[in-house]
């Protein structure tokens, strides 16, 4: 039997799938979080990369939605900075790490990533991320070395939820932030793609909440001003809506 193309396969889409293409100027935002062999993005080390997609719901609130994980082999000639790993607590040669060549591993994210992007009908996805410049700089730096085509991220634009999280809750630290906002950190998990991934996801989420009144305001301010259509009515007042 053959396979449906990705591209021409059926999906179905989410609840706020409406919501979400008017909410980010169809940007669907992604979380990402990346654990590397040192600071620099052109010579480090790749060595565990998480997307966290984050979902819409009828009413327009963000929740988190699925992580995708993946430990990576270092590439040829990478540089491993004893001190970083030492923080991350990653040894890149353990034989029992289940670690998949980094064009792999991008290939993977990027499709889960594709596949939301057409579920909530955006244009391309925007990276999320905790110092997000640090993110966004290695997942460039890896496709470019992969030779990469199709990036479903905005190669330059991105949401800094350390950023967000200074101006809504006084912490810039992930950890802290996570803390004053109520929810859990397990500082053993700590420095793990993954979970780090899943507590910017719950951080970006609740600031974005809680915004919600500023955003209503502001998108009909922008209808007024003729930039986009006015957009369309809910069953309830719990809408916001934005488009590009």
């Known amino acids: 039997m053959s396979q449906v193309p990705e591209a021409e396969a059926a999906i179905t889409p989410p609840p706020g799938a409406h919501l979400m293409a008017r909410r980010f100027r169809g940007f669907l935002p992604v979380v990402i979080d990346v654990e590397c062999g040192g600071f620099h993005a052109a010579t480090d080390a790749l060595l565990e990369i998480a997307a966290v997609t984050i979902d819409m719901d009828e009413s327009g609130l963000l929740h ?25 607590g990653i040894d890149p040669w353990h034989p029992l790490r289940p670690a998949i060549p980094e064009r792999d591993a991008l290939q ?12 909530y009908n955006c244009r391309r996805a925007i990276l999320v991320g905790h110092n997000a410049a640090f993110d966004l700089g290695f997942l460039n730096a890896a496709v470019a070395r992969c030779e990469i085509k199709r990036n479903p991220f905005h190669p330059f634009s991105c949401f800094d939820t350390a950023t967000l999280a200074g101006a809504a809750l006084g912490q810039t630290v992930l950890a802290k932030a ?67």
């Open 64 to 88: 988190p939605g699925a992580t995708h994980s993946y430990h990576v082999i270092p590439f040829e000639g990478a540089r491993l900075d004893p001190a970083a790993l030492a923080v991350t």
């Open 108 to 119: 993977r994210i990027f499709r889960e990533v594709r596949h939301a992007i057409r579920a």
């Open 178 to 244: 996570v803390t004053v906002a109520g929810f859990e950190w397990d500082s053993s998990s700590a420095h793990s793609a993954s979970y780090d991934a899943q507590r910017t996801a719950e951080i970006f989420c609740h600031i974005t909440n809680r915004m919600r009144d500023s955003y209503r305001e502001a998108e009909a301010r922008a209808c007024a001003l003729g930039w986009h259509e006015a957009p369309p009515q809910e069953p309830t007042s719990e809408d916001p809506q934005m488009e590009t």
